[in-house]
């Protein structure tokens, strides 16, 4: 088959010489035997070169959609190939909901906890958290099973594509929860600052964008769980005005995109993201960069990265600021610290974007910030190796599960070998 062309934004052309998309087992296992070079493909909503190869790339998009809800163990088997927006209405329809989503429903859950994406909420740890268990195609074509108490789950669960080909995923569930969501905006800087975690810790999900600019924090959106006793902040009293339309948190982007708004209690799937699941937010027209640091650090990286506003303003459309709490997977970016996500919106110019990053990357230094590993950072392998103390580790479970490298693309090769 054609080789598959670019990712969802356009920004990477993959050399990869052939797709492959396996209808079962047995075809992805022809595939992976046969294959020096062999990649997972997700819903390429990654932004650098994590899932390109120089052979092949599997998409499982064609495998069977199977979904399992085992109500007694509070337990859903996933098929590799399927979103969260194909699997959260089926949760809920059956009285069930994931911990939490992130803000595009349209990302593939395999691809999403494998490179550590997150949702937001000072409680609420990333996706990858709420695996526990996962089977995964080896480079002999063999299937294992890793269950929750495998001495080895949380190297595998933010993986990174390079320990085999996730075929299914067990993920955490509970009871079905509906959530309101009320958007302020024109919140101060000095007021974000004072009451950084106050704000953050006050709702189940709780997100900030701005530009970094003079104007503050642009909009504040607050997600609360109807079903908790939640306080939430008082926004208007830190000078922050509540809206009284459905806002989009891109300047002029179509609010037909956004979840339900003005503190109207929904289904948790239909909340939590940010984005509805039947809209393509942005058309792909974006590059997206992200950086987690401890919590703590948050007003001071904030602080730095407000230096950089002049030379951010051609290039960035928005960013975002969430919180994460610590994750026990290895290589997830809030792996063993609760920490705050920054997260920059680029307009789809390489060369603007390219230019600013390492500005980006050194106002982050000195907090030992992580990029995710989904989208651009101008970070060095050597420095990646630095901010994430498990790397060493995850490289010797990728040898000796892939000797041969079959996993590997050039760079997980700068990364690993």
Not at 64 to 82: K, S
Not at 206 to 230: I, L, P, Y
Not at 240 to 251: E, Q
Not at 290 to 299: I, M, Q, S
Request: net charge negative.
């Amino acid at each position: 088959m054609a080789a598959s062309g670019t990712n969802w934004a356009g920004n990477v052309v993959y050399r990869a010489r052939e797709l492959a998309q396996p209808t079962t087992l047995d075809e992805l296992r022809a595939v992976v035997v046969r294959s020096a070079a062999v990649r997972p493909l997700g819903s390429r909503h990654s932004f650098n070169r994590i899932a390109d190869s120089d052979g092949v790339q599997v998409s499982l998009g064609a495998m069977p959609g199977t979904v399992e809800i085992d109500g007694d163990r509070r337990v859903v088997r996933v098929g590799g190939g399927l979103t969260y927006g194909q699997v959260a209405p089926m949760l809920a329809s059956a009285g069930w909901a994931l911990p939490n989503l992130a803000s595009l429903p349209h990302i593939s859950i395999a691809g999403a906890v494998q490179t550590g994406t997150h949702g937001s909420g000072a409680r609420n740890p990333s996706l990858a958290q709420s695996v526990i268990g996962m089977e995964i195609m080896r480079a002999d074509g063999e299937i294992e099973t890793l269950g929750r108490d495998h001495p080895e789950l949380d190297a595998h669960r933010v993986g990174l594509g390079a320990l085999g080909i996730v075929t299914a995923t067990e993920l955490a569930i509970e009871p079905a929860f509906d959530v309101a969501q009320a958007v302020h905006t024109g919140l101060p800087w000095d007021a974000a600052e004072e009451h950084f975690d106050e704000i953050m810790g006050a709702a189940y999900s709780v997100s900030m964008f701005t530009g970094f600019a003079d104007d503050g924090v642009r909009q504040v959106w607050v997600k609360r769980r109807t079903d908790a006793e939640t306080t939430v902040v008082d926004l208007e009293g830190f000078g922050a005005t509540g809206a009284t339309a459905t806002l989009h948190p891109v300047p002029g982007g179509d609010v037909a995109a956004v979840t339900p708004q003005l503190d109207q209690p929904g289904p948790w799937h239909a909340r939590l993201p940010h984005f509805r699941s039947e809209f393509t937010p942005s058309a792909g027209e974006e590059i997206q960069c992200e950086y987690l640091l401890r919590a703590g650090d948050a007003v001071d990286a904030i602080r730095a990265v407000r230096g950089l506003s002049e030379r951010l303003a051609d290039v960035l459309y928005i960013a975002e600021i969430r919180r994460v709490a610590a994750d026990t997977a290895w290589l997830a970016p809030s792996s063993g610290r609760d920490s705050v996500a920054i997260h920059f919106t680029f307009r789809r110019d390489e060369a603007g974007v390219a230019a600013v990053l390492p500005a980006i990357d050194d106002a982050f230094a000195p907090f030992d910030a992580r990029p995710h590993w989904g989208k651009v950072s101008a970070m060095s392998a050597d420095r990646l190796r630095a901010v994430y103390p498990r790397l060493a580790d995850f490289a010797a479970v990728a040898h000796r599960v892939d000797p041969g490298g079959r996993f590997r693309n050039p760079y997980l090769s700068d990364l690993l070998d």
